[in-house]
Nanobody, 122 residues
Framework: QVQLVESGGGLVQAGGSLRLSCAAS????????MGWFRQAPGKERDFVAA????????AYANSVKGRFTISRDNAKNTVYLQMNSLKPEDTAVYYC???????????????WGQGTQVTVSS
């Protein structure tokens, strides 16, 4: 079993930045890929970014490339999502997920956090 707890969400103006954190426990954190997804009201849960077990491979949704950066600290069992140049369309609940390999599909992740709200005002 894996427990994931997200933090760092909040309200920010367009153009601003936020850093999300996801603390993991319950398994060897460094053994698998981690991902971030987001879900806006009335919409599907969409892929945002993912990182391999050692940070050597990353993937991003086209909508966030160049603005968001995923990273991880295996010593702290934590994965981060640095979000810059935020736009109102980035408003959503952001979820952390744990899987095996880097993939952009929800079904590739076995464990999910409860989510953290990010609201970007115009």
């Amino acid at each position: 079993q894996v427990q994931l707890v997200e933090s760092g969400g909040g309200l920010v103006q367009a153009g601003g930045s936020l850093r999300l954190s996801c603390a993991a426990s319950g398994r060897t954190f460094s053994s698998g890929a981690m991902g971030w997804f987001r879900q806006a009201p009335g919409k599907e849960r969409d892929f945002v970014a993912a990182i391999s077990w050692n940070g050597g491979s990353t993937a991003y949704a086209n909508s966030v490339k160049g603005r968001f950066t995923i990273s991880r600290d295996n010593a702290k069992n934590t994965v981060y999502l640095q979000m810059n140049s935020l736009k109102p369309e980035d408003t959503a609940v952001y979820y952390c997920a744990a899987g095996v390999v880097v993939t952009t599909t929800r079904h590739g992740y076995d464990y999910w956090g409860q989510g953290t709200q990010v609201t970007v005002s115009s």
